[in-house]
């Protein structure tokens, strides 16, 4: 009996890859039957791996923030604030007021949150800074210490990494300090390794003597009007900027705060009408502005800003 022959499918074929956490498939010319069924199973087991890993991060997370318009997708979406704050971004009428995170001595999480009214000036259409070094974290979870040495560097203050990340306090809560060990793996929320949240940072780099001031609902032209001051500005998100999903947490002590599982640090360095420019590990990037606010209004816009004088 002769061997059965396919021809070539004589459409598309399809190549599988990954766009950041998203399965991509890209058409392009002709493909063998058994080049198709291999391509099938590839979706299958990524599709898989990443239901397992979703499974395996719900298992330590409480139950989800319902107030807060996230999405995993490049075609994001932002709540109706951030895209009053993005359409017109010298607005104050119907964007939510900066909360400005004032840490008491003892640094607790009942600290209160005081909000500002500073009238803003008008904006240039874009602006970067230029002479932020950054480089790549030295500790898995070390973010928020690898970009408070990078961002006080470029104030001239020199830290060390090593002696910042140990003398952040240690905590269940975020809020009110590092949570887990810095050598744990990422991708996690409390109670398990974490890491840590504006509020202990910014107190740590004023022990430096730098007007550090955390900030949560920070809105865009707020962020806008620190770069165009050449003030470059630490932002807490996801993973490189990209969707998540924030959660309610409660401590061992009652507080309760947004988590969220990929918390990240960057530092933003630039801004156009369009993008946002930022340094992550040391690599500079640029992506759509909507998509930068999607992934920092997960943890509620929070950062840490350089203070006026």
Known sequence: MNAIKF????EEKYQIY????????????????????KTAITVFMLLSASACAAARAQAVMEEPVSDVTVVLSPSLQVTETLLAATENPTATSTASP????????????????????TPLPDLPEKHYIIGVQGHRQYFPLGCEASVAVDWASFFGTEINEFEFQYSLPSSDNPDIGFVGSVEGPW?????????????????????????AVAVKE?????????????HPVIAWVIG???????YRYTDSQGNTT?????????????????????????????????????????????AVIMGDD
């Open 187 to 211: 991708g996690q929320v409390p109670p398990y390794a974490y890491g840590v949240h504006a509020g202990p940072i910014a107190s740590l780099l004023q022990e430096y003597g730098l007007n």
């Open 218 to 230: 920070f809105r865009l032209d707020e962020l806008k009007r620190q770069l165009a001051m050449d």
């Open 258 to 302: 947004v988590v969220a599982a990929y918390e990240h640090t960057i530092i933003v360095i630039g801004y156009t009408e369009e993008i946002i420019r930022y340094n992550n590990n040391g690599k500079v990037y640029e992506i759509p502005t909507d998509v930068f606010l999607n992934s920092w209004g997960v943890l509620g816009n929070m």
């Open 7 to 10: 021809d070539p499918i004589p």
């Open 240 to 246: 490189n900027v990209v969707g998540g999903v924030p």
């Open 98 to 117: 900066t909360v400005v995170y004032t840490p008491t001595q003892e640094n607790t999480a009942a600290s209160e949150f005081t909000p500002t009214s």
């Open 18 to 37: 990954r766009y950041n956490s998203f399965i991509v498939i890209e058409s392009a010319k002709r493909m063998t039957l058994k080049t198709l069924m």
